[in-house]
């Protein structure tokens, strides 16, 4: 069972690497060929930050693959033992929250690369080395405790039920349901500054939009995102009376009234179809299949890896497994998202005009450095939204046929 498992994980691990290296090839090939959507300039800057977070993310692969060699032969025992907690649920706190601080530490210096080297290169990184840390320590912090009263949860439940894996299921798929309701109040409260909205006539217009789809917020606010990041963005967070409309300053700086009404529009869009349920019924279907998998793995599992078939190795399983199992889910999840986002575009062009629906998408892909092309592979496994120009197409936007044969697939898959 343990070759078993390795071995899934390392054809998981592979086809991230291949379709990476699809994807580095793809756009190297067509970025040659000329501009799409961008200027010459913009549209070569948008392919070498592509390029560059696709090879940054082989070295991540790569170092996430020995990371779970090494748990799988023989540190989950080693780990164990040498945690000499006398109290059962001190134990399992430990090991569990001490696997997540442990794989967090090594990958690490990724994310700091990613911010510092990558994202400050090509404009995009605001934020300060103290800010890093703090924000870093804010996390780590919060996932300690957060992860502690969930594992806490768990492993109550294992110790108190024999079909705990429905149980625990049905407790972190609650979970899921309240961080989706604090999540705004929470990166208010840790991370970025939100304040109303001061823009009496943006926000009637804004009320009007939200009064035409039946969505009642606790109100519109703008976070103070351009501290740390210079990318555009927006977002509807929240479920019941907790929601709320968070605007990025940025986007307020580089979009016009009429740009931001579409954007919002679209946002609505979701709202209005269900879109944010339908993603937490798919969660669900994807957690309940761990659970129940991981509700019956044969002890000679356990007994290959020299543990005992306790809470916390179970957890502590679930969580070095999960990655690769999200990895399998995500083109169904990829392929609802893609469609939900045509309806929502089709909402926002109907409240806010397609033609400023259509401004707003081409600023969104220039100031994001967002390249346009992307190869078929990387969209099946990893892309939650459509081709930026599928949807420009899908809006009454005239996109040259060049640009779609290009677009449709140069590079081979195989």
Not at 131 to 152: C, E, F, M, P
Request: hydrophobic residues 50%; charged residues 15%.
């Amino acid at each position: 069972m343990l070759m078993t498992i390795v071995g899934l994980y390392t054809f998981y691990i592979l086809m991230r690497l291949y379709v990476s290296v699809m994807q580095i090839g793809f756009i190297n090939q067509v970025k040659r060929k000329g501009a799409v959507l961008l200027g010459e300039k913009e549209y070569l800057d948008a392919a070498n930050y592509a390029v560059a977070k696709e090879k940054l993310s082989l070295v991540e692969a790569m170092v996430e693959y020995v990371l779970f060699f090494v748990w799988m032969a023989g540190g989950l025992a080693w780990f164990d033992e040498v945690l000499t907690v006398q109290s059962p649920l001190t134990h399992t706190l430990s090991a569990v929250i001490g696997l997540i601080l442990i794989n967090s530490l090594v990958m690490l210096p990724f994310g700091w690369y990613a911010k510092f080297r990558i994202d400050a290169q090509y404009g995009f990184n605001r934020s300060s080395t103290a800010q890093y840390i703090k924000d870093t320590l804010i996390s780590t912090v919060l996932t300690i405790i957060i992860g502690s009263l969930i594992v806490w949860g768990i492993a109550s439940i294992i110790s108190a039920s024999e079909f705990w894996w429905l149980w625990s299921f049905c407790f972190i798929f609650g979970v899921v349901v309240l961080m989706n309701m604090f999540f705004p109040t929470i990166r208010a409260l840790f991370f970025d500054k939100v304040t109303p909205l001061d823009d009496p006539q943006l926000q009637e217009q804004i009320a009007a939009l939200m009064q035409k789809t039946g969505f009642v917020s606790s109100g519109v606010f703008v976070s103070d995102a351009s501290k740390r990041d210079a990318r555009l963005n927006a977002y509807f967070g929240g479920l019941g009376k907790s929601k709320r409309v968070v605007l990025f300053d940025t986007l307020l700086q580089k979009l016009t009234p009429q740009e931001l009404i579409a954007v919002l529009g679209h946002e609505l869009g979701h709202f209005a179809h269900g879109d944010l349920y339908k993603n937490i019924a798919m969660v669900g279907v994807m957690l309940f299949g761990m659970f129940a998998a991981f509700g019956n793995l044969p002890q000679s599992l356990y007994t290959q890896l020299g543990v005992a078939s306790s809470p916390h190795v179970m957890m502590m399983l679930f969580i070095l497994l999960m990655p690769m199992v999200s990895f399998v889910m995500m083109p169904l999840m990829g392929l609802v998202s893609r469609h939900n986002e045509y309806e929502a575009d089709r909402t926002g062009s109907e409240l806010g005009g397609a033609q400023h629906l259509i401004s707003a998408l081409t600023k969104l892909v220039s100031e994001n450095k967002s390249f346009p092309l992307s190869h078929p592979l990387y969209r099946f496994f990893h892309t939650t939204h459509p081709p930026v120009i599928e949807r420009l197409r899908a809006l009454g936007s005239d996109i040259s046929a060049d640009v779609i044969e290009d677009f449709i697939d140069p590079c081979p898959v195989l």
